[in-house]
């Protein structure tokens, strides 16, 4: 599975910014789609996710700013940032993986967001 991002960018703070990625190759079985972000110096965290059966997670501390969606038929996941903060500055990694298997992921997205 090849996966790609989009929709990256530099956003004032307050602003909202919506990510996208696109799945090709052997998508039969991406049971998972989400997406991961790393900031300068921390580790890579789960940000969000949304399962073929449309069950979703969102880390607690963004929800209300933070939701996510899913085309199965696109094969694409979606993310759309609002009130995004300063905080909210890191590469943005979407993944999908199957049931069982490894994960693929996508090269990731800059999002920078300006106080």
């Known amino acids: 599975v090849q996966l790609v991002e989009s929709?990256?960018?530099?956003?004032?703070?307050?602003?909202?910014?919506?990510?996208?990625?696109?799945?090709?190759?052997?998508t039969e079985?991406?049971?998972a789609m989400g997406w991961y972000r790393q900031a300068p110096g921390k580790q890579r965290e789960l940000?969000?996710?949304?399962?073929?059966?449309?069950r979703i997670f969102i880390a607690e501390y963004l929800k209300g700013r933070?939701?996510?969606s899913?085309?199965?038929a696109k094969n694409t996941v979606y993310?759309?940032?609002?009130?995004?903060?300063?905080?909210?500055?890191?590469?943005?990694?979407?993944y999908s993986r199957p049931r069982i298997g490894s994960t693929n992921?996508?090269?990731?997205?800059?999002?920078?967001?300006?106080s």
């Open 29 to 31: 079985n991406m049971y």
């Open 66 to 68: 933070f939701t996510i």
């Open 79 to 94: 993310l759309q940032m609002n009130s995004l903060e300063p905080e909210d500055t890191a590469v943005y990694y979407c």
């Open 70 to 72: 899913r085309d199965n």
């Open 105 to 114: 992921w996508g090269p990731g997205t800059q999002v920078t967001v300006s």
């Open 47 to 54: 940000v969000a996710q949304v399962t073929s059966e449309g």
């Open 7 to 26: 929709g990256g960018g530099l956003v004032q703070a307050g602003g909202s910014l919506g990510l996208s990625c696109a799945a090709a190759g052997s």
